[in-house]
């Protein structure tokens, strides 16, 4: 198979349109979770969002049978992830090369503990990326 014949979706069917009522709860649930943690960063005064929280959303809601989309898997991959990228980001070094490190360390983590969330797996560019403090 050609790499074209794949990026036009072959052999992968497309799939099936959900129902009205899954999608109210999609659109429902990624609502008040997208308003949650938005007002809880207002609130707070803390830069409490980041652009993964998106992507979990998105697990959370649209596949939630997803191993990747369980509780656990969800709360302590990104309390890791971030942290370890605040680690590398203020013990190590602010270069890239410690970003690329950061990712590799947390996601092998993640991977160890059993904890997947694909999503958090970003945390460790953007914490790189934007450099905040420790509060973050």
Do not use: C, D
């Not at 203020?90 to 969330?117: G, K, N």
């Amino acid at each position: 198979m050609t790499y074209l014949t794949k990026l036009k979706g072959a052999p992968a069917p497309v799939p099936p349109r959900p129902p009205l009522r899954e999608l109210g709860f999609i659109a429902g649930g990624a609502l008040i979770a997208s308003l949650l943690i938005g007002f809880l960063a207002h609130a707070s005064g803390q830069p409490l969002i980041m652009g993964s929280f998106g992507a979990s959303i998105f697990v959370l809601f649209v596949v939630p049978e997803s191993p990747f989309a369980q509780p656990r898997n969800v709360i302590v991959a990104h309390v890791l992830t971030t942290a370890i990228g605040l680690a590398f980001l203020h013990w190590i070094s602010p270069e890239w090369w410690s970003m690329a490190i950061a990712l590799t360390v947390a996601i092998t983590l993640i991977q160890f503990l059993r904890v997947p969330h694909p999503p958090a797996g970003s945390n460790p560019v953007i914490v790189s990326l934007s450099a905040p403090g420790w509060v973050f």
